[in-house]
């Protein structure tokens, strides 16, 4: 069983930075390629970033490609979303999540495991 915990969110101005952290525990990172979300209350979880099980593939939302970069470091079993230059747009709780899967994907209902969800909150 995978287990996804996420840390890093919180309260920041526009302009602001974040780093999101999730740690991966109950199997090798990687075996899996990993993806970030982000929800706001009435919208569906919506994709932000993935990554390739060996980091050296990503991908990006429009909406935050050239702000926000994913990486990883999979002798710490850590997955990262570095957020700069936020807006109060990125407002959202932000979840880590698992693709067991050999195929990457953006697609939300592709992914195996999540994590409990960390909010951001952008102020203006």
């Known amino acids: 069983q995978v287990q996804l915990v996420e840390s890093g969110g919180g309260l920041v101005q526009a302009g602001g930075s974040l780093r999101l952290s999730c740690a991966v525990s109950?199997?090798?990172?990687?075996?899996?390629?990993m993806g970030w979300f982000r929800q706001v209350p009435g919208k569906e979880r919506s994709f932000v970033a993935r990554?390739?099980?060996?980091?050296?593939?990503?991908y990006y939302a429009d909406s935050v490609k050239g702000r926000f970069t994913i990486s990883r470091d999979n002798a710490k079993n850590t997955v990262y979303l570095q957020m700069t230059s936020l807006k109060p747009e990125d407002t959202a709780v932000y979840y880590c999540?698992?693709?067991?899967?050999?195929?990457?994907?953006?697609?939300?209902?592709?992914?195996?495991?999540w994590g409990q969800g960390t909010q951001v909150t952008v102020s203006s």
């Open positions: 999540a698992a693709d067991t899967t050999v195929q990457m994907t953006s697609r939300a209902d592709m992914y195996d495991y």
């Open positions: 109950g199997r090798a990172s990687t075996t899996l390629h």
């Open positions: 990554i390739s099980r060996g980091g050296s593939r990503t």
